[in-house]
T-cell receptor
Framework: QKEVEQNSGPLSVPEGAIASLNCTYS??????FFWYRQYSGKSPELIMS????GDKEDGRFTAQLNKASQYVSLLIRDSQPSDSATYLC????????????FGKGTHLIIQP | IAGITQAPTSQILAAGRRMTLRCTQD?????MYWYRQDLGLGLRLIHY???????GKGEVPDGYSVSRANTDDFPLTLASAVPSQTSVYFC??????????????FGPGTRLTVL
């Protein structure tokens, strides 16, 4: 059974601070990792993907991957109230076009 | 408009009725997926299709069927709906043959209530 674990939160962060979201996964053969943002009542939106160990930066977002520790994280710098959402970690273990395994998500609240 | 469309947006259905949820994408992605999202359980894969003419079972396929007659459409059918199928259903697609990675893009979802 492939599992992806996230702290459900809520994680409360002051505006302008760095929000740190974490995710662990069980399948050591996992190859691709994704972060989705989901606003209440809306569909998941892909914001970051990462495939190699280390950091990947895109604007205010940085994804970090450590395959040895089976750990993925997402950092959001200069957090804005509009970043308040649920963040879903997803893992692709198949290496092909089969489904992703999703964590249950972390609810992030940015306090103005 | 490029992207994924789903219909209906929401539906209330009597138990035992048959229902087809529609999903269409115009991005020419090879792969399509159906997920359900339930509070406390997250997103779970129902069925997927790697390419037109092929389908596969996901984590929770019982009570659902799919078909992939062409690249663009991937309907999900509930043959005889039960209350436990009350959920939000998301269709997604990816172009893994072009990129080699499985970045999936989601439709707006269908909220289904089975009474």
């Amino acid at each position: 059974q492939k599992e992806v674990e996230q702290n459900s939160g809520p994680l409360s962060v002051p505006e302008g601070a760095i929000a740190s979201l974490n995710c662990t996964y069980s399948d050591r053969g996992s190859q691709s990792f994704f972060w989705y943002r989901q606003y209440s009542g809306k569909s998941p939106e892909l914001i970051m993907s990462i495939y190699s160990n280390g950091d990947k930066e895109d604007g205010r977002f940085t994804a970090q991957l450590n395959k040895a520790s089976q750990y993925v994280s997402l950092l959001i710098r200069d957090s804005q109230p509009s970043d308040s959402a649920t963040y879903l970690c997803a893992v692709d273990s198949g290496g092909g076009a089969d489904g992703l395994t999703f964590g249950k998500g972390t609810h992030l609240i940015i306090q103005p | 408009i490029a992207g994924i469309t789903q219909a209906p947006t929401s539906q209330i259905l009597a138990a035992g009725r048959r229902m087809t949820l529609r999903c269409t994408q115009d991005m020419r992605h090879n792969a399509m997926y159906w997920y359900r999202q339930d509070l406390g359980l997250g997103l779970r894969l129902i069925h997927y299709s790697n390419t037109a003419g092929t389908t596969g079972k996901g984590e929770v396929p019982d009570g659902y069927s799919v078909s992939r007659a062409n690249t663009d459409d991937f309907p999900l059918t509930l043959a005889s709906a039960v209350p436990s199928q009350t959920s939000v259903y998301f269709c997604a697609s990816s172009d893994s043959t072009e990129t080699g990675v499985n970045e999936q893009f989601f439709g707006p979802g269908t909220r289904l209530t089975v009474l």
